[in-house]
């Protein structure tokens, strides 16, 4: 069990303080600049200032405001400053920027004490090789967190990678990043393929271990391959691999595989599927011997399944610990034409073009093989065992099978009722003779 944090109680409501004006003092409008107690420093070239009852200074700033704060620095057209709040406002091009990052706005408000930037309005952030927009950000410095709401996007080039959100909250001291409302991300790999992911719940930024997370109904699509999951999906870009949790199911072309938990590695290409694994593959096709078209539909299951990919295509499979085959014909009414099943330790699948071309069976192997009489009611059986069964299939059909060590099949077949036939098809053993 993963054990997770809440980004959402993370963000707090946005809201601006209003403060009112009172009544009125000595005005000026000459060039000024100032420098409180807090080391807050501002110069503008016109101010127009008044002092209130409670003895607090308001400043209308105009023609372009500069101010100082520490490390921070800031400017724009024009400004307000407040020293009963101790606030700056700049409108108007408002730019923060410190020893981390630069934040670009349509209006920014500052406050000196606590050193909480509220930008609003087109916000970017620059820092290094990543952007931030968004509607509007806070910047809690002294705490190291930066919380962005609205049409949130983030774009690093150095990890090649985009992605887009609702809110977003960041953590300098531990680089960590949480990114929620629907969140959306493209991330290149090292083979420049592009990955696009989307999520319903979060999706988390772990920068110190190179590690991007996702929650929840995850749909990850590489090239002409979809991969979705209902709990996590976890990207390891120094590794260049993809971890899937939960109701598994990667999708290419008629091709579906099905698992509880997934590894997908890039560099060798290939996708390692455990937990009730299985393979599913479907093709429509004509036959001479058949009146209509059979829609044929191959099973592979084992305890764990290696898929293999070249150029982005699913290649081939291995198949390891109890394999099972069932490949299976049916008619646009439903029956069953033929049916095969193949059993042993070691199974491997072939693909070409997309479609099965052959599968091996080592390790005392077996195979059933049903097929519809076209004179009875029953159906042709025909059983083969061996150290490995070699099946080359076309069009969905199997054309040929070659056996190697003990055993060799019967030759002319046996038959078997046709409730017995389906019986031993569903338990995978073969019915003993009527």
């Known amino acids: 069990m993963k054990l997770r944090i809440n980004p959402v109680a993370v963000f707090g409501v946005l809201s601006m303080l209003v403060w009112a004006m009172g009544t009125a003092g000595q005005e000026t409008g000459t060039p000024s600049s100032k420098e409180d107690d807090s080391g807050l420093e501002y110069r503008a070239g016109s101010t127009l200032g008044r002092q209130l009852e409670d003895g607090s200074l308001v400043k ?32 108007g091009g408002a730019m923060f920027r410190d020893s981390l990052r630069t934040l670009n706005a349509d209006t920014l408000v500052y406050y000196e004490d606590t050193q909480f930037a509220l930008a609003i309005g087109r916000v970017l952030i620059s820092q290094g090789m990543r952007t931030v927009t968004a509607d509007t950000v806070q910047y809690r410095k002294a705490e190291k967190i930066i919380e962005a709401r609205g049409n949130v996007t983030i774009r690093d080039d150095s990890t090649r990678s985009y992605i887009r959100g609702e809110a977003a909250v960041f953590n300098d001291s531990t680089n960590i990043g949480y990114i929620v409302g629907n969140p959306y991300l493209e991330n290149i790999d090292d083979k420049g393929i592009l990955m696009t992911v989307t999520a319903s719940d979060t999706l988390e930024l772990l920068e110190n271990d190179e590690i991007i997370r996702l929650w929840r109904n995850i749909t990850a699509t590489r090239d002409s391959l979809v991969l979705t999951c209902s709990d996590t999906l976890e990207i390891y870009r120094n590794d260049n691999l993809v971890r899937l949790w939960s109701d598994v199911t990667a999708v290419q072309d008629s091709l579906t595989m099905r698992s509880k938990y997934a590894v997908f590695t890039s560099a060798d ?56 085959s069932v490949i ?8 069953v034409f033929d049916r095969s099943i193949i059993e042993s330790r070691v199974m491997r699948l072939t693909m070409d073009e997309g479609v099965i071309s052959q599968i091996s069976a080592e390790g005392t ?60 098809a569903a338990d995978s053993t073969a019915a003993s003779p009527r």
Do not use: W
């Not at 299976?328 to 029956?335: N, P, Q, R």
């Not at 046996?414 to 389906?422: K, L, Q, S």
């Open 60 to 91: 209308i700033l105009s023609d372009s405001v500069v101010a100082r704060h520490l490390d921070a620095f800031l400017k724009a057209l024009e400004g307000r400053y407040e020293s009963g709040p101790g606030l700056i406002r700049f409108y």
């Open 328 to 335: 299976l014909s049916e008619d646009s009414a439903g029956t």
């Open 269 to 324: 290409e290939t996708l390692v599927l455990t937990g009730e694994p299985e393979i599913v593959y479907q093709s429509a096709g004509e036959r001479e011997e058949a009146l209509t078209t059979l829609l044929t539909t191959s099973t592979v299951k084992g305890d764990s399944v290696v898929v293999f990919f070249r150029d982005q295509r699913v290649r081939g499979a291995e198949i390891l610990g109890s394999s099972l």
């Open 365 to 424: 192997a077996q195979s059933y093989y049903y097929r519809t009489a076209t004179d009875t009611g029953d159906m042709f059986v025909n059983n083969a065992s061996g150290d490995t069964l070699t099946f080359f299939f076309d069009n969905g059909k199997i054309d040929e099978m070659k056996i190697f060590g003990f055993g060799g099949g019967l030759g002319k077949g046996t038959y078997y009722g046709y409730d017995e036939i389906r019986q031993a």
